[in-house]
């Protein structure tokens, strides 16, 4: 397998992002995460800052329209021009992890991809987010479930199918059980498996 | 029949409903309604086949009105001759945007103009307007749009309002010929219409209002549509407007064939081609011509458009069948105490309402039968009923970002390219117009046909 597309799906406060950006480094692969944010700004002229408020969100429905594959939501827009880049990146044969996205659905044409959900207990989601964000358990709680709502809207919104269902990914993970690093160790030993 | 009718609303609404809340393709929503329709409403609640066959309407295929008309007739049900029209047009549309059509007639008007971004404003609205009395309007602002874009990269101006301005033209424009937006086509098919007489009333309103609308927007816009530093254009950057015609022989043919359709349109009503054999005419030389690469031609017709409109004429048969439409009738004239001024103003500016939220095919759809009744129950002139009805789904669109398709192409265009359109910057302008548009409207009806 000459490329290779990482597609991190994670639920928030399991570590996927970390466990996605050490699984960058030791395949030495780039990660695409804000970067898209970035990128699309510098080709759109659009302000990194109007893109990350649009960013990983769905549309409401009650105020948007899909007209022929084209949709006056500024959200679908958006979400549409990060599919297109990852597709075209993917296209193009380079080898990157992306977090999120919808990647395992949008990128599943591409051989190389390896897709992963990472879960976790909601205790230690609830005890990382209470440390990252430096804040009480009940908000570390409500801000788990505010975030999971809003990614499970936008994938099912864009997918048509379940967020975190397991038959959607090749791996799917509880970062709880071995940590971090053990997680990251796990899939390093999965991935290279299966680019042999 | 009470069943009948409540089942008939339930689809109805539960329809209505499915298509506003987009989680299933609007296609499937209509046909299942249609055949729950079929099923329920006329199977087992009725017990009718007459009103099933009737509601097919297939039968209309083998009758010489339905091609050759020469005196004026009214349809029920599925309205083929819509259906078949649609499609054609499509076909044709397919045939002309190849050959490269659209983006030369957008580059040369720009290249005519020297690239000066006022001539450039000023001729994309009336373009847009013009081209929409013909075409769909989705097609027109993909491409208008699109080299309303370029232009504003190669200018370097902000092509927003430019945008928007060409949105409703569009929608204005669609409003003048039976035509140029599905419900004018619907109405007309109905209730028995001819272009001619779509062109001499609501392309009169559409005309009048297209000049108070391009006012309008200049000195709404003035200001934002200038070049960066006021810069001189430098034409030799320009691209040959040539350049987008991609096969000369295709781009001859689709130019003769619109021509052909164009005057085919106009003269309908004397050479008493209804425009079901105008549509297959016009579908059938472009097939022909397109000689092998029909096939890719006929692909790319949306056929799921087409399937809207047969799931969509079942459902509304099924009001029409059940009485409930009559119910809606007899309503409007009970608040309006058969004052015609109100009756009208409730029909335009209804219609206007619910098409800025709604699509506006069902809603005319549904509105058509009412109308009807309306005429017979009040003693109206059913065209001055359907003149305000079209006026009201067909500009009542403009006013918010998803009133109409060509809406949402416009918006999603510029967004993809950098230019994101909220709900805000589209209500702050286009809503104001769209209001004045109607009032001169409504003012227009009251005083031509009161």
């Not at chain 1, 987010?129 to 809003?150: C, G, L, N, S, W």
């Amino acid at each position: 397998m000459s490329q290779l597309i990482i597609s991190v799906g994670r639920e928030f406060g399991s570590g996927g992002k970390v466990i996605a950006e050490k699984l960058a480094k030791r395949f030495n692969i780039p990660i695409y995460d804000r970067h898209l944010i970035t990128e699309i700004a510098s080709k759109t002229g659009l302000t990194a800052g109007e893109i990350e408020k649009y960013n990983e969100t769905p549309a409401s429905r009650l105020v948007s329209r899909r007209v022929r594959g084209f949709s006056n939501s500024i959200e679908d827009n958006i979400a549409e021009m990060q599919f297109d880049f990852l597709r075209k990146k993917a296209e193009s044969g380079e080898s990157f992890v992306v977090l999120g996205r919808c990647s395992e659905t949008k990128l599943r044409d591409f051989d190389g991809l390896v897709s992963i959900f990472v879960t976790g207990d909601t205790d230690s989601k609830i005890k990382r987010v209470m440390k990252v964000y430096e804040m009480p358990e009940d908000d570390a709680r409500d801000f788990i479930t505010k975030k999971d709502r809003k990614r499970k809207r936008y994938h099912n919104y864009h997918v048509g199918m379940h967020w975190g269902d397991s038959r959607l990914y090749d791996l799917t993970i509880n970062s709880s059980k071995l940590g971090i690093d053990g997680t990251v160790d796990i899939l390093e030993s999965y991935i290279r498996a299966r680019i042999k | 029949m009470a069943a009948a009718s409540i089942f008939a609303v339930i689809i109805f609404v539960a329809m209505f409903l499915l298509i506003v809340l987009d989680k299933i393709e609007r296609h499937i929503v209509t046909l299942g309604c249609g055949a729950l329709t079929l099923i329920v409403v006329f199977g087992i609640c009725m017990r009718s086949g007459k009103a099933i066959l009737g509601t097919l309407a297939v039968g209309d295929f083998f009758k010489k009105d339905f091609w050759y008309q020469v005196t004026e007739s009214e349809s029920k049900g599925i309205n083929w001759a819509t259906i078949i029209f649609i499609a054609g047009m499509m076909i044709m549309v397919e045939g002309m945007a190849k050959a490269g059509f659209f983006r030369w007639l957008c580059m040369k008007i720009a290249y005519m103009v020297k690239c000066r971004t006022i001539p450039i404003f000023i001729t994309f609205m009336i373009m847009s307007a013009v081209l929409s009395m013909f075409i769909d309007s989705i097609t027109v602002i993909m491409f208008l749009a699109a080299v309303t874009i370029e232009l504003a990269q190669l200018l370097k101006f902000n092509p927003v309002p430019m945008i928007l301005s060409e949105i409703f033209c569009a929608n204005l424009g669609g409003s003048a010929t039976m035509c140029g937006d599905p419900p004018n086509i619907i109405v007309g098919t109905s209730l028995g219409f001819s272009f001619f007489d779509f062109l001499t009333n609501t392309g009169l309103i559409a005309g009048i209002c297209l000049i108070v609308s391009v006012v309008f927007f200049y000195f709404v816009f003035r200001k934002e549509i200038v070049t960066e530093n006021g810069a001189e254009v430098d034409m030799s950057k320009f691209p040959n407007p040539s350049e987008a015609i991609t096969n000369k022989k295709d781009f001859i043919t689709s130019s003769i064939i619109f021509g052909m359709a164009v005057i085919l349109l106009v003269s309908h009503s004397a050479t008493h081609l209804t425009v079901a054999s105008i549509g297959l005419f016009i579908a059938v030389i472009t097939l022909i011509s397109a000689g092998k690469d029909a096939l890719s031609l006929l692909k790319k017709v949306d056929y799921k458009t087409v399937l809207f409109f047969i799931g969509l004429f079942i459902v509304v048969g099924g009001l029409e069948e059940t009485g409930i439409l009559e119910y809606i009738a007899q309503f409007i004239e009970s608040i309006s105490h058969g004052n015609v001024m109100l009756m009208i103003a409730i029909i335009l500016w209804i219609s206007a309402l619910a098409s800025a939220f709604v699509d506006n095919i069902p809603f005319a759809a549904t509105m058509v039968p009412v109308i009807q009744s309306l005429a017979s129950t009040s003693g109206v002139d059913i065209s001055t009923l359907a003149w305000a009805l079209s006026i009201g789904t067909d500009i009542g669109g403009s006013a918010t970002p998803i009133g109409a398709s060509a809406n949402v192409v416009g918006t999603s265009v510029a967004a993809k390219n950098g230019y994101p359109i909220g709900w805000g910057k589209y209500c702050a302008k286009l809503a104001p117009a769209t209001i004045i548009v109607l009032a001169i409207s409504t003012a227009y009806i009251f005083v031509r046909y009161l």
